[in-house]
């Protein structure tokens, strides 16, 4: 296991300088950059911006440069805000986006499965039928509709909800609301799916047979078969909800990391875009790996380390 | 030791859970509390209604996280507005409009138009007790002329004598014709005469900055607690991306006039919720009402909506390579044939004026009267007579309205440019049967294409810099880097040179009037409306008066209840 | 072994009868054999909910191609008197913010949203299944930089690609192709679906059925295909269930970059963008209307989705 992860972490390395690597080139041949915009500004002004920060310098010698800082774990200065860097603006960004990711999260994983398993277990009746329905919904309605409504719905209507902005528990609670449908649909849609696949197993049928009462076979046997395909899912999951929302963020006001990720685009700046995109680069490499290694604890059939046979 | 795994995945989630809501919600901010010169803090948000006698701080929203609140690196209105409550100029913009002392007691003109005396007041200081100097002045003008400290905004300083040349590496800072005769008196020569000179003293780059605390702490802006102001408020609080707070300045020194305690700003950039917010009573005043909004307030003649002026012309730019745009009277006959009152009427619906040439109305001329009345409306809604001039010059181009299928207006991705370039798409297939398509792009990528000549008719605006037709005429210059339709008039440039040359009032604004009417006969852009600024206030406020050229000024508002 | 042998010598003809017609019989499959697919379209039929699905998108599909024509109202055409009109009987679904005819404009909308949805989710389908399945049956060095590859799709920002897509294929002429659109959309989405589906041949592939079919000597590709990806139908069904409405309101996203089909042209996922503003005053049915019928045609795919799986599953046959 260690050998594997040892393995795993240097592909790591590479796979983390390609995206670097990548991304550089592809943002610098994208028009526009961090300093021109409409108006009168004259040349020599754009011109002093290039040199303060570094533009004015062939793309290779940047790139060479911005590796040298990355090593040191340094993403650089922001091209837009003269008051934060980069590395400050993931700092204050994350825990914020985390925080919120997570309790979506754990709405989705709370409520998602286990309102995949009752439709299971009630194919085609009713409760079957509110789940699709809440489903449908949470697949359908996207965050930046739901937000609205529960924006217009129930923050107006409920004193101690707020509008929009961020300090306090209570201030999460829509924007995790909303973020939390799509993910708990899915996971709904995808426990039923497999529910449905393991209860017809031969191995279901023998353990229902020799009089093991039904919960203790869901519990022990078609939850934990079932569980696989939602851990596939969950490593790109948790990795977009850590990171944050776009829509969300702004429709609720709320300092995090996600607005960055357009933002910086929309900006052109340079630095937060490469910050941002390694920042989710590590997160998804480690949340896949941790979906790899849960693989084994799943199923200990599965095997990741040695050749195939 | 399967059912312990799930014990622990259930621990586990348990734990994250009670994290989640017992514990803090991480801060979006990590700037400290600066302790409030004068007014304590009150609740910021929720419903509730400060009793009687408590601190009166007015709740608003500001668009977006300001990128700086150093006024020599500001760039835009999230950040002047904050800039222009904290800080003060030399002179200020008053709720009429009219230019008059701020920092300065009084000043003196050279015969010649180039040479300004400024006298300080007598009574000014810093936030943190330091008085206000001449040399901050001169300090804070020079830096933000240094080219290392590239400053976006460094060439609205371009006026003084030497302050390009600095900028652009060519001059010494020495050379730079701003001095401090002593600590009351600040004596700056100029390059040529310019008319709007002492409005400019009044824009933000023209702030002073506290130069003690700027050269002991390079960072000082970066924050409240170093944040050092001289105007009406003071920084209190700044947690990025989330809030703003801003307190009264006990050591401004009009204080005795200045019924706020304070003005709390949200960092919000969606007006939809912050609209929602409004109607909740989260906020007493807000700039920025969403468009659907706005029209429906209007309609309903909601007196909390005030359509605020503002100086701006919004125009669709025709480029000249390609053809029949080349033709003048294709050109006229597109603008003949935009219906800018039902634009503005019922698509716009933000209280918009329905474009009379390119300079908008609130500029005043050299006798002190309305600019506009003195050239008269230079654009006309006559579909008969733009149908006639459109076919002829369809015609003499050789080509027919089919060809306008391959036509493309673009856009910058926006609600209401969409909209507007919808109704413009529609009205030329009504009035003149030509089928022109629509192209939406990023922000960015749009101004690569201008720059490149790659569009066929492209979205453009302009607010002004100044209250002078100068900030709209010299657009147009061959010279002018956001002139993005080549326009290449050597009289009109002579006109352009003319005004800029002179301090002659009369023969100023006489070449100014000329060259609109130039323009607007040449037709290189077709100018659709004015822009206004609507904004929203609670009944009980009172006393926001809003400058043409800044956001709503709240130094003098109050709360009434 | 001597003994077999000689008692077979032993054996004698008056040992053995002609089988009878009947017995011979016993062996035939008796019932008309059903292929597989009239078979999953026969038990599909019986399944009430999945039929009511597939008339919706039946009902979809003539109205989005005929719906425009039911009125005289061209999806352009502006009436600046009647802006923001409540549904009524001459504009059956109201009008928008410039009194344009939302009947005409939701029905040609969901032509377009249709394909899109469709083919997005097809496409997504395709290719993570493929890739998903080659990575999960490979030998793991591959399997490894497969997924590493993956990765990199995934994290390099997806708002880049799509500017340059756009810039790079916006030759003259308003809005891209629908190949740009469909390869702005699939570029990244493949990639969890990818990931669901190795998950599932990692696991597949060391079970019983899996084993037994190699050591009877069947080959990687025929294993994948014939045992692995039917028994993972039902997950990848409900993950391409869940990307037709992403790809319906991706291409509402797109539309913002310029990519995709140009104003006054209509997608639902950009009626729905443009109806959000109608929540704050009073005109909420500009955003229910559209976000009502993509919710019909997600509903229509998830029943039509279940029953497939259902369907598809050889242990429900009845």
Same mark, same amino acid.
């Given at each position: 296991?260690?050998?594997?992860?040892?393995?795993?972490?240097?592909?790591?390395?590479?796979?983390?300088?390609?995206?670097?690597?990548?991304?550089?080139?592809?943002?610098?041949?994208?028009?526009?950059?961090?300093?021109?915009?409409?108006?009168?500004?004259?040349?020599?002004?754009?011109?002093?911006?290039?040199?303060?920060?570094?533009? @004015?310098?062939?793309?290779?010698?940047?790139?060479?440069?911005?590796?040298?800082?990355?090593?040191?774990?340094? +993403?650089?200065?922001?091209?837009?805000?003269?008051?934060?860097?980069?590395?400050?603006?993931?700092?204050?960004?994350?825990?914020?986006?985390?925080?919120?990711?997570?309790?979506?999260?754990?709405?989705?994983?709370?409520?998602?499965?286990?309102?995949?398993?009752?439709?299971?277990?009630?194919?085609?009746?009713?409760?079957?039928?509110?789940?699709?329905?809440?489903?449908?919904?949470?697949?359908?309605?996207?965050?930046?509709?739901?937000?609205?409504?529960?924006?217009?719905?129930?923050?107006?209507?409920?004193?101690?909800?707020?509008?929009?902005?961020?300090?306090?528990?209570?201030?999460?609670?829509?924007?995790?609301?909303?973020?939390?449908?799509?993910?708990?649909?899915?996971?709904?849609?995808?426990?039923?799916?497999?529910?449905?696949?393991?209860?017809?197993? @031969?191995?279901?049928?023998?353990?229902?047979?020799?009089?093991?009462?039904?919960?203790?076979?869901?519990?022990?046997?078609?939850?934990?078969?079932?569980?696989?395909?939602?851990?596939?899912?969950?490593?790109?999951?948790?990795?977009?909800?850590?990171?944050?929302? +776009?829509?969300?963020?702004?429709?609720?006001?709320?300092?995090?990391?996600?607005?960055?990720?357009?933002?910086?685009?929309?900006?052109?700046?340079?630095?937060?875009?490469?910050?941002?995109?390694?920042?989710?680069?590590?997160?998804?490499?480690?949340?896949?790996?941790?979906? @790899?290694?849960?693989?084994? +604890?799943?199923?200990?059939?599965?095997?990741?380390?040695?050749?195939?046979? | 030791?399967?059912?312990?795994?799930?014990?622990?995945?259930?621990?586990?989630?348990?734990?994250?859970?009670?994290?989640?809501?017992?514990?803090?919600?991480?801060?979006?901010?990590?700037?400290?509390?600066? *302790?409030? #010169?004068?007014?304590?803090?009150?609740?910021?948000?929720?419903?509730?209604?400060?009793?009687?006698?408590?601190?009166?701080?007015?709740?608003?929203?500001?668009?977006?996280? #300001?990128?700086?609140?150093?006024?020599?690196?500001?760039?835009?209105?999230?950040?002047?507005?904050?800039?222009?409550?904290?800080?003060?100029?030399?002179?200020?913009?008053?709720?009429?409009?009219?230019?008059?002392?701020?920092?300065?007691?009084?000043?003196?003109?050279?015969?010649?138009?180039?040479?300004?005396?400024?006298?300080?007041?007598?009574?000014?200081?810093?936030?943190?007790?330091?008085?206000?100097?001449?040399?901050?002045?001169?300090?804070?003008?020079?830096?933000?002329?240094?080219?290392?400290?590239?400053?976006?905004?460094?060439?609205?300083?371009?006026?003084?004598?030497?302050?390009?040349?600095?900028?652009?590496?060519?001059?010494?800072?020495?050379?730079?014709?701003?001095?401090?005769?002593? *600590?009351?008196?600040?004596?700056?020569?100029?390059?040529? #005469?310019?008319?709007?000179?002492?409005?400019?003293?009044?824009?933000?780059?023209?702030?002073?900055?506290?130069?003690?605390?700027?050269?002991?702490?390079?960072?000082?802006?970066?924050?409240?607690?170093?944040?050092?102001?001289?105007?009406?408020?003071?920084?209190?609080?700044?947690?990025? *991306?989330?809030?703003?707070?801003?307190?009264?300045?006990?050591?401004?020194?009009?204080?005795?006039?200045?019924?706020?305690?304070? =003005?709390?700003?949200?960092?919000?950039?969606?007006?939809?919720?912050?609209?929602?917010?409004?109607?909740?009573?989260?906020?007493?005043?807000?700039?920025?009402?969403?468009?659907?909004?706005?029209?429906?307030?209007?309609?309903?003649?909601?007196?909390?909506?005030?359509?605020?002026?503002?100086?701006?012309?919004?125009?669709?730019?025709?480029?000249?390579?390609?053809?029949?745009?080349?033709?003048?009277?294709?050109?006229?006959?597109?603008?003949?044939?935009?219906?800018?009152?039902?634009?503005?009427?019922?698509?716009?619906?933000?209280?918009?004026?329905?474009?009379?040439?390119?300079?908008?109305?609130?500029?005043?001329?050299?006798?002190?009267?309305?600019?506009?009345?003195? =050239?008269?409306?230079?654009?006309?809604?006559?579909?008969?007579?733009?149908?006639?001039?459109?076919?002829?010059?369809?015609?003499?181009?050789?080509?027919?309205?089919?060809?306008?299928?391959?036509?493309?207006?673009?856009?910058?991705?926006?609600?209401?440019?969409?909209?507007?370039?919808?109704?413009?798409?529609?009205?030329?297939?009504?009035?003149?049967?030509?089928?022109?398509?629509?192209?939406?792009?990023?922000?960015? =990528?749009?101004?690569?294409?201008?720059?490149?000549?790659?569009?066929?008719?492209?979205?453009?605006?302009?607010?002004?810099?100044?209250?002078?037709?100068?900030?709209?005429?010299?657009?147009?210059?061959?010279?002018?880097?956001?002139?993005?339709?080549?326009?290449?008039?050597?009289?009109?440039?002579?006109?352009?040179?003319?005004?800029?040359?002179?301090?002659?009032?009369?023969?100023?604004?006489?070449?100014?009037?000329?060259?609109?009417?130039?323009?607007?006969?040449?037709?290189?852009?077709?100018?659709?409306?004015?822009?206004?600024?609507?904004?929203?206030?609670?009944?009980?406020?009172?006393?926001?008066?809003? #400058?043409?050229?800044?956001?709503?000024?709240?130094?003098?508002?109050?709360?009434?209840? | 072994?001597?003994?077999?042998?000689?008692?077979?010598?032993?054996?004698?003809?008056?040992?053995?009868?002609?089988?009878?017609?009947?017995?011979?019989?016993?062996?035939?499959?008796?019932?008309?054999?059903?292929?597989?697919?009239?078979?999953?379209?026969?038990?599909?039929?019986?399944?009430?909910?999945?039929?009511?699905?597939?008339?919706?998108?039946?009902?979809?599909?003539?109205?989005?191609?005929?719906?425009?024509?039911?009125?005289?109202?061209?999806?352009?055409?502006?009436?600046?008197?009647?802006?923001?009109?409540?549904?009524?009987?001459?504009?059956?679904?109201?009008?928008?913010?410039?009194?344009?005819?939302?009947?005409?404009?939701?029905?040609?909308?969901?032509?377009?949203?249709?394909?899109?949805?469709?083919?997005?989710?097809?496409?997504?389908?395709?290719?993570?299944?493929?890739? %998903?399945?080659?990575?999960?049956?490979?030998?793991?060095?591959?399997?490894?930089?497969?997924?590493?590859?993956?990765?990199?799709?995934?994290?390099?920002?997806?708002?880049?690609?799509?500017?340059?897509?756009?810039?790079?294929?916006?030759?003259? %002429?308003?809005?891209?192709?629908?190949?740009?659109?469909?390869?702005?959309?699939?570029?990244?989405?493949?990639?969890?679906?990818?990931?669901?589906?190795?998950?599932?041949?990692?696991?597949?592939?060391?079970?019983?059925?899996?084993?037994?079919?190699?050591?009877?000597?069947?080959?990687?590709?025929?294993?994948?295909?014939?045992?692995?990806?039917?028994?993972?139908?039902?997950?990848?069904?409900?993950?391409?269930?869940?990307?037709?409405?992403?790809?319906?309101?991706?291409?509402?996203?797109? %539309?913002?970059?310029?990519? %995709?089909?140009?104003?006054?042209?209509?997608?639902?996922?950009?009626?729905?963008?443009?109806?959000?503003?109608?929540?704050?005053?009073?005109?909420?049915?500009?955003?229910?209307?559209?976000?009502?019928?993509?919710?019909?045609?997600?509903?229509?795919?998830?029943?039509?989705?279940?029953?497939?799986?259902?369907?598809?599953?050889?242990?429900?046959?009845?």
């Amino acid at each position: 296991m260690s050998r594997y992860l040892l393995k795993r972490t240097i592909m790591s390395i590479i796979t983390l300088w390609t995206i670097v690597t990548i991304t550089f080139f592809l943002m610098h041949s994208i028009p526009g950059d961090p300093f021109r915009k409409e108006g009168k500004m004259p040349v020599s002004v754009y011109e002093n911006l290039l040199k303060k920060y570094g533009l @004015d310098r062939p793309l290779s010698e940047q790139y060479v440069i911005y590796l040298k800082n990355l090593l040191k774990g340094d +993403f650089g200065d922001s091209m837009k805000s003269k008051v934060e860097t980069v590395n400050d603006m993931i700092r204050r960004g994350f825990p914020v986006s985390a925080y919120l990711g997570l309790e979506a999260l754990l709405i989705a994983l709370v409520f998602g499965p286990a309102l995949g398993a009752l439709a299971a277990l009630y194919q085609n009746k009713l409760p079957d039928y509110i789940s699709m329905i809440i489903a449908i919904i949470g697949i359908s309605v996207p965050s930046f509709i739901m937000g609205t409504v529960l924006i217009q719905f129930v923050a107006k209507n409920v004193s101690w909800i707020p509008i929009g902005g961020w300090g306090e528990f209570r201030h999460t609670i829509l924007p995790a609301i909303a973020l939390s449908l799509m993910p708990l649909a899915y996971m709904a849609r995808l426990m039923r799916s497999s529910m449905l696949e393991v209860l017809n197993q @031969d191995y279901i049928k023998t353990a229902t047979s020799k009089g093991i009462s039904k919960s203790a076979v869901i519990l022990k046997h078609a939850v934990r078969n079932a569980i696989l395909p939602i851990i596939s899912v969950l490593g790109t999951l948790i990795s977009n909800l850590l990171v944050g929302s +776009f829509v969300i963020e702004k429709i609720f006001g709320i300092p995090g990391l996600g607005k960055f990720f357009v933002q910086s685009i929309n900006n052109r700046d340079y630095t937060l875009i490469m910050g941002t995109t390694i920042f989710y680069a590590i997160i998804l490499i480690v949340l896949l790996l941790l979906v @790899d290694v849960a693989y084994i +604890f799943i199923d200990p059939r599965i095997k990741l380390t040695k050749e195939g046979r | 030791m399967k059912m312990n795994r799930k014990f622990l995945v259930l621990a586990s989630l348990f734990i994250v859970a009670a994290i989640l809501v017992t514990g803090c919600v991480p801060k979006g901010g990590d700037t400290p509390k600066n *302790d409030a #010169p004068a007014a304590s803090d009150t609740p910021t948000s929720g419903t509730d209604t400060p009793a009687a006698g408590a601190a009166k701080i007015l709740r608003t929203n500001n668009g977006s996280e #300001p990128g700086s609140l150093d006024p020599a690196l500001a760039q835009g209105t999230h950040e002047s507005w904050v800039l222009d409550h904290t800080f003060e100029g030399l002179m200020k913009l008053d709720e009429n409009g009219m230019v008059v002392e701020g920092m300065a007691k009084e000043y003196k003109v050279s015969d010649d138009f180039l040479t300004y005396t400024f006298t300080l007041r007598d009574d000014i200081k810093w936030s943190n007790g330091d008085p206000v100097t001449a040399h901050d002045f001169e300090f804070a003008w020079k830096r933000a002329l240094d080219p290392d400290l590239a400053a976006d905004y460094a060439f609205q300083l371009y006026y003084i004598k030497g302050g390009e040349a600095y900028n652009t590496e060519e001059g010494s800072l020495d050379g730079v014709a701003v001095k401090a005769l002593d *600590d009351k008196t600040l004596e700056v020569t100029l390059e040529a #005469p310019t008319g709007y000179f002492l409005e400019l003293t009044a824009f933000y780059t023209y702030y002073p900055v506290n130069k003690a605390v700027v050269e002991s702490n390079p960072d000082w802006a970066k924050n409240a607690a170093t944040h050092i102001s001289n105007g009406p408020f003071t920084l209190t609080e700044w947690e990025h *991306d989330a809030s703003l707070k801003i307190r009264k300045n006990p050591n401004y020194y009009d204080a005795a006039n200045v019924p706020l305690d304070g =003005v709390d700003f949200t960092i919000i950039d969606d007006v939809n919720t912050t609209w929602q917010g409004y109607e909740g009573g989260e906020y007493d005043f807000l700039v920025d009402v969403p468009q659907a909004v706005t029209a429906k307030l209007q309609e309903e003649g909601n007196p909390e909506l005030v359509i605020g002026g503002m100086v701006g012309t919004y125009y669709y730019n025709l480029n000249p390579a390609i053809k029949p745009l080349n033709n003048v009277k294709v050109r006229k006959g597109l603008s003949m044939t935009l219906d800018r009152k039902t634009i503005v009427e019922k698509i716009a619906q933000g209280g918009e004026i329905a474009a009379e040439g390119v300079v908008p109305f609130g500029i005043f001329d050299e006798n002190g009267n309305e600019y506009r009345d003195g =050239v008269g409306q230079l654009i006309e809604y006559n579909v008969e007579e733009g149908k006639k001039l459109f076919a002829e010059g369809l015609e003499e181009e050789g080509m027919t309205p089919e060809d306008f299928k391959k036509i493309v207006i673009l856009y910058n991705t926006l609600e209401s440019h969409k909209k507007i370039a919808q109704a413009a798409q529609e009205m030329w297939r009504v009035n003149l049967g030509i089928e022109v398509q629509l192209e939406n792009v990023d922000f960015q =990528v749009k101004l690569d294409r201008e720059k490149d000549g790659d569009y066929h008719i492209s979205r453009g605006g302009w607010i002004g810099d100044y209250m002078d037709p100068m900030t709209f005429i010299d657009l147009w210059w061959s010279d002018s880097s956001f002139n993005d339709v080549n326009y290449n008039n050597p009289k009109y440039d002579e006109l352009v040179y003319t005004a800029k040359g002179t301090a002659d009032q009369k023969i100023r604004f006489e070449a100014m009037r000329k060259a609109e009417k130039m323009l607007m006969e040449d037709m290189p852009v077709v100018p659709v409306y004015f822009y206004t600024q609507p904004y929203v206030q609670k009944p009980y406020v009172t006393g926001v008066y809003k #400058p043409l050229v800044n956001y709503p000024k709240l130094t003098y508002a109050d709360i009434n209840r | 072994m001597d003994n077999n042998l000689s008692s077979i010598k032993d054996l004698s003809p008056d040992l053995f009868q002609p089988a009878l017609k009947e017995d011979r019989d016993s062996d035939r499959i008796r019932r008309p054999s059903i292929k597989y697919w009239p078979d999953v379209w026969r038990r599909l039929k019986q399944n009430r909910l999945a039929m009511v699905g597939l008339s919706i998108i039946i009902i979809m599909l003539f109205m989005s191609i005929f719906g425009p024509l039911f009125n005289k109202f061209s999806y352009y055409e502006q009436n600046y008197d009647l802006i923001n009109n409540h549904p009524d009987t001459v504009h059956w679904f109201g009008t928008d913010e410039l009194g344009r005819d939302l009947f005409t404009r939701v029905w040609f909308g969901a032509r377009y949203s249709l394909i899109i949805g469709v083919l997005a989710a097809t496409i997504d389908f395709i290719i993570g299944v493929i890739y %998903g399945g080659l990575s999960g049956m490979a030998t793991r060095r591959i399997d490894n930089i497969m997924m590493r590859i993956a990765e990199v799709v995934y994290s390099i920002p997806y708002l880049l690609i799509v500017i340059l897509l756009s810039v790079a294929f916006s030759s003259e %002429g308003a809005g891209t192709s629908m190949f740009v659109l469909i390869l702005a959309m699939t570029l990244t989405d493949w990639v969890p679906m990818a990931i669901l589906v190795r998950g599932q041949v990692l696991q597949l592939k060391e079970s019983e059925y899996s084993l037994a079919a190699e050591s009877l000597g069947a080959s990687k590709g025929w294993i994948l295909r014939k045992h692995i990806i039917p028994n993972t139908m039902g997950p990848i069904l409900v993950n391409i269930t869940l990307t037709i409405p992403r790809a319906i309101f991706a291409e509402a996203t797109l %539309g913002f970059l310029g990519l %995709g089909f140009q104003a006054p042209r209509s997608s639902l996922g950009s009626l729905a963008n443009d109806g959000l503003a109608g929540i704050a005053v009073g005109n909420a049915y500009q955003i229910i209307i559209p976000a009502l019928f993509i919710s019909l045609i997600m509903f229509a795919f998830n029943v039509l989705g279940d029953g497939l799986r259902d369907a598809l599953d050889p242990r429900l046959r009845k």
